[in-house]
Every structure is written in C-alpha cells, then in structure tokens.
C-alpha cells in the first residue's frame, strides 16, 4: 500500500469522523438548550462555592487521626448538611436578585414555547416520582451564564454590608461627637462658668454650636457628607466657637488672664485631636472663616469611627460583638436599625461562606491599604475580590462540566454509530479496498474547499447540518432519521441499508476475537473519535489536505 493511498485512506477516515462529529455537536448543543444542562450546572456549582469546596477536608482535620466518637461522626455530618441546605436557600434568594434574574431568557415564540413548557411538564413529573430537587427553586429554568459583577453585585446587596456600615458609622460618629467633642466642651464650658461665677456666659455661643453639631449628624445620616467632611466639619465649628469665645463682649479674653488663656489651651487641644495636626493658626486672625481647618482627620480617628471590612463580615456571626453593637443600636434606636437586624436575622449564610468572606475582607483590607487607595473604598475593593473569588471558583466548574460534556458526548457518540452503523474498522476495510467509495469522499472534501474556510461551525453551514435543529427539536425520537436524511447526501460508507449489512457481515467472518461482535468494537472506536470533538477533526482534516496537496504534481 502506497503513501498516496494512505494519505486518501485517512482522509477519508477523518472526513467520515468529521462529518459524524458536526452531527454530534449539534445533537449535544440541542439537547444542552433544551434541557438547561449549562444553566443547571452553573445554578449547583454556586451552591457548591457558597458551601465551601474544601468543606469535608476541614472538617476531617478537625477529627483525631484515630477512632472518632459515634456523636462526632452525627455532629460533623449535620454541620455539613446544615451548610449545605443554607447554601441552596442563599443561591435560590440570589436567583429572585433583579441583576441575575433579568439574565434568564426563555423563548418566547409559540411553538418554541410549547415544547419549553412540556419539557418542565415533564420534568416536573420526573422530580415528583425521583424525589428530586428543582435546582432552580420556584422557577423552571435559570441563567446559563451569570458575570462575576453582576454575581458579586448581588451577593454584597443581598447581604446589605454597606447599609450596615451606614448604620454603625452614623452610631460611632454619634457616640464619638457626644463623648470626644460635646461633653468634654460642655465640661469646659461649666467649669469656666464656675470659675468666673456666671451662668450665662458662652450661653448662645454653646446653644449655636450644639445645633451646628446636630446638622453634621443629619448631614452624614443622609450622606450629603462623607465621614472626614464630618469630622472636617466638626473641627470647624470648633475653631469657629474658639474664635466667638473670644470676641465674646459678655467676657474680655486676654492672654493675661489666666483663667482666659487656660480656656482656650484647652479649646486647642481639644480640637488638635481632630484635625491631627499640633501646630494650629491664631484663632484670633482677623481674616479666618469658620470652614478652615487645620489638619486632615487622623486616620486612627477614622479608624475608630468607621466600621472595618472585618467588623462588617463578623455581622453574619450572632456571637461576634459587632453584632451585639447592632442589637444594642436597634434596641435604643429601633426603626431603620430594627428593620435593617430583623433582615439581617432572616438571611441564611453557610457557615462557609461566612469564613470566606472573613478572609476576602482581609484580603481586601490588606490591598487598600498596600495600595494607598482612599479610607472608605474597601467595600469596592471587597467586591473585586469577590469577583475574583467567583471567576476562580466558576473556572474549576467549568472543568468539571467539559468533563461531563466529555462523558455526553461519548454516548452521543456512541448513539450515533450504532444508529448509522458507523463501524470504524467496516469504513477502514471498505477504504483501503474500494477506491471509488475514496474517490468520492476526497471529491466531496474538495467541494467544500476545507482550506478556505475557518473553523468546523462554517463547514457545518456548507453541509446544512444545522438544518437538524429545525428537525429535532419538535420530537427527540427523530434523532435517527433527521441524521440519515443529512447525511444521505454523501458518499460515506456507513448505514443499514442490506448491502452494507451483508459486506459488514462478510468482514466480521475473519474477526479474531471471539463473544464480542467486530461492529461493537468498532461503534466504540467511533465513539471515541467522535467524542474528540469537529473542531479537532477539522484541523487534523486541514492539515491532511495540505499534505496530500503538496504531494501532488504542478500541472503542465
């Protein structure tokens, strides 16, 4: 046997291969679209993300290395079936998010809609007699892709963080301005009174200033301020109550009073734990407008005040103090606070998922701060990194879901040979033998000039093999026909027509292995190609022709 007729035997094998595969393809795509193998793939490997994939391995560590207990061994597994069950009720509530569920389009036409309904029908019917769950929850289908934005967006709305922080910041500036700024002044204030035996001195001063405070209160309670204007603010009506304290006519501050130039030291300092800055103008400048300050906050302060990334995450533990500092604020403040707690004790979190954010927020914090990015951004970065935990998280399931489409194909495969009668070892014999039947393939391959076109989906095209949804889609038992009628056109040995039957027949008589039929081995070679996939068997067919292309004499 020459080369040439080698190279046409394997051409041929790999077009048969590469039709079958097209065939293959779209039978998989079909049957993927209709019934959600995508969308329900992606619904479980969320709920296994919100678990916790190592979940089992970390609760074994907890274990001694020898004879556990038969109430550890209960205890471990209902943490794990608690986990579990929280993390589908948390992915169904995600689902109801307006961001994810706007993502689930399901067709709107009559007839495809038909079929989409009697696919759930059936379904249904299925889970009601297996006692099987709906991943979807209430809803019939899903989304078979969802970005890690729009995942990462829900998941933080859903958990309210940043209303959280609202509340708490609004608490803790609250406490900060009537412990560090208004009792400490009003103290001052009194003590100057007693000194100077008058009641009434500073009075209007104090009575404006109380009401300048309040404002900045109402200002960040509505966000018309971000927490260092706040505090920025707060300094400048200290700096404006040091500056009308001492053009006070009901009192002549002088720096020879002692008692005078004790008050406004103290004025001073007060306010120089604000604005983090020891060196501080004359308050008596005649050109100073009370919206100066004298120093960026201190970012100990703004520590202080603003609820860290950790004390946010430790809201979804009831035994952490953050949480009882909320309980404590909704129970003096109730209304907003109450509302924001009674949801908060509503939502389910895994407890997996609560030690995973735990360590996002870490991370998130440790990147603000590594970056110098600005205090009070670590909830955008908290949401990238959540984006990045779901990218990675979604990359491993879509390994596992090749690998299941893998596993399909090979029964589509299979499916295929034996409804053609695609047996690899009859083509190989009916190729080598039969040059007309290799005369007709090549010619065919040439017709759909393989070298110009792209990829397997535009020799599809050529072939109308995607004519087989319009088929197959109304009644799934058409399979085998709708692939006949389309490949009836070409010259491929294969089929059950009687001829090829008798010669199929004829050539298992010199089959050395006995029990197991020469047509069985032969579909499962089949099927193992064509699981390989159109696009490999499209380039390995390209590569073949410019082989055999090369080969070939220059016409005269």
């Known amino acids: 046997m020459g080369l040439p007729i080698v190279v046409e035997i394997a051409l041929g094998l790999i077009f048969i291969y590469l039709t079958l595969s097209l065939v293959a393809s779209e039978i998989q795509e079909i049957l993927s679209a209709l019934f959600q193998w995508r969308a329900e793939h992606l619904k479980r490997s969320i709920e296994q993300l919100l678990a916790g994939d190592g979940l089992a391995s970390r609760q074994a560590d907890r274990l001694t290395e020898g004879t556990v207990v038969r109430s ?7 943490e794990r079936l608690q986990n579990k069950r929280a993390a589908k009720t948390l992915s169904d509530r995600l689902y109801d998010a307006p961001l994810i569920e706007d993502l689930n389009y399901e067709a709107q036409g009559r007839v495809s809609g038909f079929f989409r309904g009697l ?30 934005e729009t995942f990462a967006t829900s998941l933080l709305d859903r958990l309210k963080l940043a209303d959280f922080q609202r509340l708490l910041m609004r608490s803790r500036f609250g406490d900060f301005v009537r412990s560090d700024v208004r009792i400490p002044l009003h103290n001052m204030v009194n ?19 109380d009401q300048c405070l309040n ?3 109402d200002d960040l309670d509505s966000r018309r301020l971000t927490l260092e204007e ?12 040091e500056a009308m304290a001492a053009e006070s006519p009901a009192l002549t501050l002088t720096v020879e009073s002692a008692i005078a130039q004790s008050f406004l030291n103290r004025l001073r300092y007060l306010r120089s734990g604000l604005s983090g800055s020891p060196q501080h103008r004359s308050t008596q400048s005649s050109g100073q407008s009370s919206g100066q300050i004298s120093g960026d906050p201190p970012p100990v302060l703004l520590a202080r005040i603003r609820p860290s990334l ?6 979804l533990d009831p035994n952490s103090a953050t949480y009882a500092e909320l309980v404590a604020l909704s129970q003096r403040e109730g209304g907003a606070v109450l509302s ?18 735990a360590t996002l927020s870490s991370r998130a914090e440790a990147r603000v701060l590594a970056a110098g990015q600005a205090t009070g951004s670590e909830i955008q970065q908290l949401q990238t990194e959540v984006e990045t935990w779901f990218n990675n998280g979604m990359e491993r399931a879509s390994g596992v ?33 039969d040059p007309a039947i290799r005369s007709s393939i090549i010619q065919t391959a040439d017709r759909f000039d393989v070298q110009g076109l792209n990829s397997a989906e535009d020799l599809a095209a050529d072939m109308s093999v995607d004519d087989l949804s319009e088929r197959m889609q109304g009644d799934l038992r058409s399979v085998g026909l709708a692939v006949q009628e389309t490949l009836a056109a070409y010259p491929l040995p294969i089929g059950r027509t009687q001829p090829v039957l008798e010669a199929q027949q004829a050539a298992e008589a010199s089959w050395p292995v006995p029990f197991i039929p020469q047509r069985l081995v032969g579909w499962s070679i089949t099927a193992l190609a064509l699981s390989m996939g159109a696009s490999f068997w499209f380039d390995l067919l390209r590569k073949v022709m410019s082989v055999r292309a090369s080969g070939e004499k220059p016409e005269s």
């Open 119 to 148: 696919l759930h029908v059936i379904g249904g019917v299925y889970r009601t007699i297996t006692f099987s769950r709906n991943v979807f929850g209430t809803k019939t289908s899903g989304p078979s892709y969802i970005p890690a």
């Open 230 to 241: 706040a505090v920025a603010q707060v300094t400048s009506q200290l700096e404006s109550f």
């Open 215 to 217: 404002q900045v209160l």
């Open 72 to 78: 550890s061994k209960a205890s471990l597994a209902t």
């Open 401 to 433: 879901y090749r690998r299941n489409v893998k596993g399909v194909g090979l029964l589509i495969g299979l499916a295929i040979a034996f409804t053609l009668n695609a047996d690899t070892f009859f083509m190989f014999q009916r190729l080598s033998t």
């Open 191 to 209: 003590e100057l009174r007693a000194r100077l035996n008058d009641e009434d001195l500073l009075a209007a001063e104090m009575v404006y200033f």
């Open 310 to 315: 950790s004390d946010l995450t430790a809201l």
């Open 340 to 357: 924001a707690l009674e949801r908060l004790q509503s939502e389910v979190i895994p407890a997996r998922l609560r030690e995973s954010l």
